[in-house]
């Protein structure tokens, strides 16, 4: 059973950045997957990134890679999005989520176990 928490959210004029903080607790992290997805009003929830856990090897949506970090601290247990160079169309609900197993896609929301209440994002043009 794990428990997730995000922040970090808020309002950024474009161009600025904001780091996204996803605080976890409830059982040993060994073995999951961390992600961060996002959601717009009208749109489907969408992989932005994911981590292992263990050996901490991470993916990105291709749209994103090179403006968005995805980080963890062990001893916290939080994972982190640093998000940078923000745009408009980065508005939306950004969420965490944990899938217990190790699986070779990243980016389907349905194989995600755990999620997280949401923060909001609002990028400002």
């Known amino acids: 059973q794990v428990r997730l928490v995000e922040s970090g959210g808020g309002l950024v004029q474009a161009g600025g950045s904001l780091r996204l903080s996803c605080a976890a607790s409830?059982?040993?992290?060994?073995?999951?997957?961390m992600g961060w997805f996002r959601q717009a009003p009208g749109k489907e929830r969408e992989f932005v990134a994911g981590?292992?856990?263990?050996?901490?090897?991470?993916y990105y949506a291709d749209s994103l890679k090179g403006r968005f970090t995805i980080s963890r601290d062990n001893a916290k247990n939080t994972v982190y999005l640093q998000m940078n160079s923000l745009r408009p169309e980065d508005t939306a609900v950004y969420y965490c989520?944990?899938?217990?197993?190790?699986?070779?896609?990243?980016?389907?929301?349905?194989?995600?176990?755990?999620w997280g209440q949401g923060t909001q994002v609002t990028v400002a043009s």
């Open positions: 409830g059982r040993s992290f060994t073995g999951l997957t």
């Open positions: 989520a944990v899938r217990r197993t190790i699986l070779s896609s990243w980016l389907d929301a349905y194989t995600y176990d755990y």
């Open positions: 981590i292992n856990w263990s050996g901490g090897s991470t």
